[in-house]
């Protein structure tokens, strides 16, 4: 249960932060992360908040505030460099040994100075006064968060790039990214409406909708999600509209809800995927982290989608 309020209290944070403008449908962020190399070794790179960081060399010590990133650089060879991160990473198993600076929302700017980290891999999406505070106090950060495809694959290269990760290392996660792509439009057969339960009942309808990871992922799979149109990234849907346009895909974080929760919920036990036991629970830990491991989820959850 705790698991599961904390679950709930994180997605609802973002979508708070979506209604007030911390990421909008429409947000376009473009890093140049390529590598830019001088006689001193210098690396340089833009992040997702348009900052251009300079190391003087690669890093050996690096903190992460967020459980994407940290996994990010897990994938990228880099986790023997990491010496702290927050809370809410838990992936690979090993990095829960590390120093924890805190939770996502609120990390300890103390404890992170403390760590004296050569660099910091933040969020764009609700770390942008911890980054100005950070940064005013002499530490390098670096923003990453992606809401599209093409900004994971921009992740990678920027993570990699700042991280000192070795360049075929980085392209190799950037080709897999685009294989898992293929993969994941390859089992469309046609288009179905669909919704994201992110949250429901007593925490309020909330959903994905333009401008989130989920949201573009998933509509490569041929889903046609009834938030469309919609202005925020995690948008509050009414009830009744669900209710009335009834999708033929319903997918379920699996930390929110099981079939019977759904099946006993007003409104929700009205929907045909409900009634006929077709809901398709996303493994929720995996789907809210922009990595290639949620691309591996998403074209898991495509093929049952559109098996026959």
Do not use: H
Request: aromatic fraction near 6%; charged fraction near 20%.
């Amino acid at each position: 249960m705790k698991k599961k309020l904390l679950v709930v209290l994180l997605a609802l944070t973002l979508a708070i932060c979506a209604l007030a403008g911390c990421a909008p449908a429409d947000q376009s962020i473009s890093p140049s992360a390529g590598p830019s190399q001088t006689q001193s070794a210098s690396i340089t790179a833009v992040d997702f908040m348009e900052n251009s960081i300079t190391l003087e060399q690669a890093p050996k010590r690096i903190v992460s505030l967020t459980a994407s990133n940290t996994e990010m650089l897990c994938e990228l060879g880099l986790e023997d460099k990491l010496v702290g991160v927050d809370a809410y990473s838990d992936y690979p198993e090993s990095v829960k040994e590390l120093t924890i600076v805190g939770d996502y929302i609120a990390p300890d700017i103390e404890k992170i100075i403390e760590l004296k980290p050569d660099i910091v891999f933040a969020s764009n999406q609700l770390q942008a006064e911890l980054i100005e505070q950070l940064s005013s106090a002499g530490v390098k950060v670096a923003a990453s968060e992606p809401t599209s495809y093409e900004q994971l694959l921009e992740s990678v290269q920027l993570i990699g790039t700042l991280g000192g990760a070795e360049n075929q290392v980085i392209e190799d996660i950037r080709t897999r990214i685009t294989s898992l792509e293929s993969e994941i439009k390859a089992q469309a057969k046609g288009e179905k409406s669909a919704y994201y339960i992110l949250s429901y009942g007593e925490y309020g309808d909330w959903s994905v909708g333009p401008g989130s990871f989920i949201y573009d992922v998933m509509s490569m799979a041929g889903l046609k999600f009834i938030t469309e149109g919609m202005e925020y990234s995690f948008p509050m849907f009414s009830i009744e509209d669900l209710v009335a346009a009834d999708p033929k895909v319903i997918l379920c974080d699996s930390n929110v809800a099981a079939l019977e929760d759904l099946a006993a919920a007003a409104g929700y036990s009205e929907l045909t995927a409900v009634k006929d036991g077709t809901v398709i629970f996303a493994d929720g830990n995996i789907m809210s982290r922009p990595t290639p491991r949620m691309m591996e989820e998403a074209l898991r959850l495509a093929k049952l989608i559109w098996e026959e």
